[in-house]
């Protein structure tokens, strides 16, 4: 049996991997507080292989700086969960695989592990592709660990869907108003 919540995913999920394989693109993940839910998100929908390359699961910052090339003073100056690191992580991902598009989270997923700057449930978000990189902070202020972790994986797919919105719309391929503007 699908979990509740893992069902309402399923969907959007679908909806990611046929879009992307309309405009045969390809995803690459690097997740820290997900730990891979992006991936296996992906993953689970029949056909993805047409359209997810990698994940990279970063948990640690040895993990970024090895893996992400994350540089150790952004972790030193700014800290894991920061925009910095995100923007390096999707860079990074984006260096270190074949992919069209990247969509790295590093946050607080809780229960603890927050502070006064640094609250539980901050999440630091960064698609990046051949235009550049887009950067969302999110403050989910309800929910435990498990629900603010599904909240990370419905907004990196709705990050995904305005990268690939706009590589289309950068290309005239596309007609519309992006993602973000949508009901």
Same mark, same amino acid.
């Given at each position: ?8 995913? =399923?969907?959007? &999920?679908?909806?990611?991997? !046929?879009?992307?394989?309309? %405009? ?5 993940? /690097? $997740? ?63 260096? =270190?695989?074949? &992919?069209?598009?990247?969509? !790295?989270?590093?946050?607080? %997923? ?5 502070? /006064? $700057? ?63 503007? =949508?009901?």
């Amino acid at each position: 049996m699908i979990p509740p919540v893992q069902d309402k995913l =399923r969907p959007a &999920a679908e909806t990611l991997v !046929a879009s992307f394989a309309d %405009a045969k693109l390809s995803i690459a993940t /690097a $997740e820290s507080c997900t730990g891979g839910m992006i991936a296996a998100s992906i993953t689970d929908i029949p056909g993805s292989s047409a359209v997810f390359d990698r994940g990279f699961v970063t948990y640690s910052n040895r993990a970024k700086i090895e893996m992400l090339g994350v540089e150790p003073t952004t972790l030193e100056k700014h800290g894991a969960v920061s925009e910095a690191v995100a923007r390096q992580m999707a860079e990074g991902a984006l260096r =270190r695989s074949t &992919a069209d598009v990247t969509i !790295a989270v590093t946050g607080i %997923a809780g229960p603890d592990g927050g502070s /006064a $700057e640094k609250p539980v449930g901050l999440v630091h978000f960064a698609c990046a592709d051949r235009l550049g990189v887009i950067h969302r902070k999110m403050q989910f202020s309800e929910g435990n660990r498990d629900e603010i972790r599904r909240a990370c994986v419905a907004t990196a797919f709705m990050l995904l869907d305005e990268c690939l919105w706009r590589l289309s719309h950068a290309t005239g391929e596309a007609e519309g108003t992006p993602p973000s503007s =949508r009901p």
